[in-house]
C-alpha cells in the first residue's frame, strides 16, 4: 500500500463549480499533514496545511480525519486558473520536515 | 516567502557523463536541503536529506555514488548525477528549510527544479 494515495483524476469541472479531493495516509502517527499545487512542469508550492480542526482558506477548505487517516481538499467557485495538479502531502516521521508526497490528482476547469 | 533557485533549469547530455545541479537559498540560511526526482504522472520522491556541514542521509534504494550531494555552505547545496544514463532522466526539485529561534521551520521552500534529459 502506498503511505499516501490520491485519486490521480483527472476532474474536469465547469467554472464555478464545486471540487473535492480526497487523500488516504498509511502512517498513522503521521504529525503533519499539508496540500501542494503543483502547475505542468514547475515545482510544488504550498496551498495550505491541514488542521484536525479544519481551516479555510478563502474559496479552500482543508479536512483531516485522523481516525480515518483521510485529509480532504474543498474548493469552491472554481476558476481557471485552479487548474494545476494538487498534492496531498504528509510529514510521516515528526522529523524535521521530512515530507511524504502523494502522486496527485489532476484538476482542470472548463469555460 | 523564502526563495530557492536551482541551476541549469534544464540539462541534455549525454550517456556516461556526470551533471551537477546547485540549489541556492537566496534570502536565508538554509541548515537542511532536500533533494527529490519527480518522474513523469508519478509523485516526488524524497532522495535524500542534505545537512550543511555533513554527509548527506539517502533513502533506501538512492545510491550514494552514483547521487552525490555536498552541502558545504547555509546557502548551497549541490548534486551531481554521475555516470549518468537515460533511466536517470527525471525532473530534480530541491527544497530548503530554515532554523529559527524555535526550531525548525515547518514550510520546506522549493526551488523551480531542473529537467535532466541523458541521451
Known amino acids: 500500500r502506498k503511505e499516501v494515495e490520491q485519486d490521480p483524476g483527472p476532474f474536469n469541472v465547469p467554472e464555478g463549480a464545486t471540487v473535492a479531493f480526497n487523500c488516504t495516509y498509511s502512517?498513522?502517527?503521521?504529525?503533519?499533514f499539508f496540500w501542494y499545487r503543483q502547475d505542468c512542469r514547475k515545482e510544488p508550492k504550498l496551498l495550505m496545511s491541514?488542521?484536525?480542526s479544519g481551516n479555510e482558506d478563502g474559496r479552500f477548505t482543508a479536512q483531516l480525519n485522523r481516525a480515518s487517516q483521510y485529509i480532504s481538499l474543498l474548493i469552491r467557485d472554481s476558476k481557471l486558473s485552479d487548474s494545476a495538479t494538487y498534492l496531498c502531502?504528509?510529514?510521516?516521521?515528526?522529523?524535521?520536515?521530512?515530507?511524504?508526497f502523494g502522486t496527485g490528482t489532476r484538476l482542470q476547469v472548463t469555460l | 516567502g523564502a526563495v530557492v533557485s536551482q541551476h541549469p533549469s534544464r540539462v541534455i547530455c549525454k550517456s556516461g557523463t556526470s551533471v551537477k545541479i546547485e540549489c541556492r537559498s537566496l534570502d536565508f540560511q538554509a541548515t537542511t536541503m532536500f533533494w527529490y526526482r519527480q518522474f513523469p504522472k508519478q509523485s516526488l520522491m524524497l532522495m535524500a536529506t542534505s545537512n550543511e556541514g555533513s554527509k548527506a542521509t539517502y533513502e533506501q534504494g538512492v545510491e550514494k555514488d552514483k547521487f552525490l550531494i555536498n552541502h558545504a555552505s547555509l546557502t548551497l547545496s549541490t548534486l551531481t548525477v554521475t555516470s549518468a544514463h537515460p533511466e536517470d532522466s527525471s525532473f530534480y526539485i530541491c527544497?530548503?528549510?530554515?532554523?529559527?529561534?524555535?526550531?525548525?521551520?515547518?514550510?520546506?521552500?522549493f526551488g523551480p527544479g531542473t529537467r535532466l534529459t541523458v541521451l
Open positions: 491541514v488542521y484536525s
Open positions: 502512517n498513522s502517527a503521521s504529525q503533519s
Open positions: 527544497s530548503a528549510i530554515f532554523r529559527t529561534s524555535g526550531g525548525l521551520a515547518n514550510e520546506q521552500f
Open positions: 502531502v504528509v510529514n510521516p516521521t515528526g522529523t524535521a520536515s521530512k515530507l511524504t
